[in-house]
C-alpha cells in the first residue's frame, strides 16, 4: 500500500516536470502594434519616434522576461523530474 502511494506522487511530480518543461519552452509572443493611428498624418515625426523607442524597449523586456521565464520553469521542471526519481526510489525500496 506505500509503494502505491509513492507511486502516485511519482506520476503526480512526473505531470508537473511536463507541464513546466511546456512552460519553459513557450514564450510570451513580442508586442505588435495592430492599428496605430486612426489618422496617421497628424501624427508628427517627434511622437513617432517616441513610439518606435518605447516599441523597441518594450520588446527588449519581454525578451528578458522570457529568457528568465524560460530558466524558471526549466529549473522547476529539474526540481519535480528530481522528486519523480525520489518518489520511485521510495516505492522501490519500501
Excluded at 21 to 48: L, T
Excluded at 70 to 93: D, N, Q
Amino acid at each position: 500500500m506505500n509503494s502505491i502511494s509513492w507511486l502516485l506522487a511519482a506520476l503526480i511530480f512526473l505531470c508537473f516536470t511536463v507541464i513546466f518543461f511546456g512552460f519553459g519552452r513557450d514564450p510570451i509572443r513580442s508586442f505588435a502594434v495592430r492599428q496605430r493611428f486612426e489618422d496617421e498624418e497628424n501624427v508628427d515625426s517627434q511622437s513617432q519616434k517616441r513610439i518606435d523607442a518605447f516599441l523597441k524597449d518594450f520588446d527588449g523586456y519581454l525578451q528578458s522576461i522570457n529568457a528568465r521565464n524560460k530558466f524558471r520553469y526549466l529549473i522547476a521542471s529539474g526540481g519535480f523530474l528530481v522528486a519523480t526519481l525520489v518518489c520511485l526510489l521510495l516505492a522501490v525500496a519500501l
